[in-house]
C-alpha cells in the first residue's frame, strides 16, 4: 500500500468522525420519532455560527465554547419539537413533518445569510495549521485529531446514556412502542422534545469542532446534511453504532477515491457505491423473505 493511500485513510478517518457525529444525530431523531430531519445540515451550520460568535466576540476557543453550542442547540431543537414538529405530528402525515424540516432548512438558511451574510469565515485557534508526524511520510492535522478524540468522547457518551439512564431508557422505549410507554406513565412529548433537542445538539457539537479548520457559511449545512443522510442509510436507520461505523467508512470512501479518481468524480464514487449499497441490501433482504 503506497504512503498516498495510507495518507489518504488516515485523513478519511479524520474527516469521518464528523460524518458519525451528525449521522447520529439523524439516527437518533429517526430511531424514536420516525420523521427524517431535512434540517440537520442547517443544525450543524448554526454550531459552526455560533462557536465563530463565541470565538470573535468572546475570545473563546471553538473546543471550549462545545458545551454552550450543545446547550443552545439543545435549547433550539426542544423548541422547534414542541413548537412545530409536535402539531405537525398530531396531522399524521409523514409528508407534512418532511416538508416542515425542510422549510426550517431553508429558514435557517436565510437567517443566517441575513445576518453575517454570504461571505466565508473561518477562525484561527492555537492549533490551526499544526500537525504530527514530521519524521514520517505521514501527516495528521493536530485540530482535526483533536476533534476525532472529542467525537469518539462523545459517542461513547451517547452510548452510555441511552443505555444506562433512566432518560436514554424512556427514549429508547418510545421509540420500540410509543403507545406502551404512554400507557406505563412515560411522558411520549417530552421525550420526542428531549430526543430532537439531543439530535440538534450532536449537530451543534460537530459544527463547533469542524470551525477550526472549515469555512463557515450559510450554505454549508447541504454537504454536511447529504453525507448525514448517506451515513444513516449505510448503518442503518436508527442504529447509533451503524452510523458511526458508516460514518467512517464515508469519510474513507470519499478520500481513496478523490486520490484514485481525482477530487471531480469524488461525488460520483461516492454516491455510485451508496446506490450499489442499496441494490445490495435490497437483493438480500428479497433472499430473506
Not at 7 to 26: D, E, K, P, R, W
Not at 163 to 169: D, L
Not at 259 to 274: K, S
Amino acid at each position: 500500500m503506497s504512503v498516498a493511500v495510507v495518507q489518504a485513510i488516515i485523513n478519511g478517518v479524520l474527516i469521518g468522525g464528523f460524518y458519525s457525529l451528525i449521522g447520529m444525530g439523524l439516527s437518533v431523531i429517526f430511531g424514536v420519532m420516525k420523521i427524517i430531519n431535512f434540517c440537520q445540515g442547517e443544525l450543524l451550520m448554526i454550531g459552526m455560527y455560533l462557536s465563530f460568535v463565541f470565538y470573535v466576540g468572546f475570545g473563546l476557543d471553538p473546543y471550549l465554547s462545545i458545551p454552550l453550542v450543545a446547550a443552545c442547540l439543545f435549547a433550539l431543537g426542544s423548541l422547534v419539537q414542541h413548537s412545530l414538529i409536535t402539531p405537525s405530528l398530531g396531522t399524521k402525515s409523514f409528508t407534512n413533518v418532511l416538508f416542515l424540516t425542510v422549510g426550517l432548512g431553508i429558514l435557517f438558511v436565510n437567517l443566517m445569510q441575513i445576518i453575517f451574510g454570504s461571505d466565508f469565515r473561518s477562525i484561527q485557534t492555537a492549533f490551526s495549521g499544526m500537525t504530527l508526524g514530521g519524521s514520517t511520510p505521514f501527516t495528521i492535522s493536530v485540530p482535526r485529531l483533536i476533534s476525532l478524540g472529542v467525537v469518539i468522547l462523545v459517542a461513547t457518551a451517547l452510548f452510555y446514556f441511552l443505555k444506562y439512564t433512566t432518560t436514554g431508557k424512556r427514549i429508547r422505549a418510545t421509540s420500540q412502542n410509543p403507545v406502551g410507554a404512554q400507557i406505563v406513565g412515560i411522558n411520549v412529548k417530552l421525550t420526542y422534545m428531549i430526543t430532537y433537542g439531543l439530535g440538534a445538539a450532536l449537530a451543534g457539537v460537530a459544527g463547533a469542532l469542524l470551525i477550526p479548520f472549515f469555512f463557515v457559511f450559510p450554505t454549508v449545512g447541504a454537504t454536511f446534511g447529504t453525507r448525514a443522510f448517506i451515513v444513516v442509510v449505510i448503518g442503518g436507520l436508527g442504529n447509533i453504532k451503524g452510523a458511526f461505523a458508516a460514518g467512517i467508512f464515508l469519510g474513507v470512501m470519499e478520500t481513496v477515491s478523490a486520490l484514485l479518481a481525482g477530487p471531480t468524480y469524488r461525488d460520483i464514487v461516492v454516491f455510485l457505491v451508496f446506490i450499489l449499497i442499496l441494490i445490495a441490501r435490497q437483493k438480500l433482504k428479497l433472499r430473506e423473505a
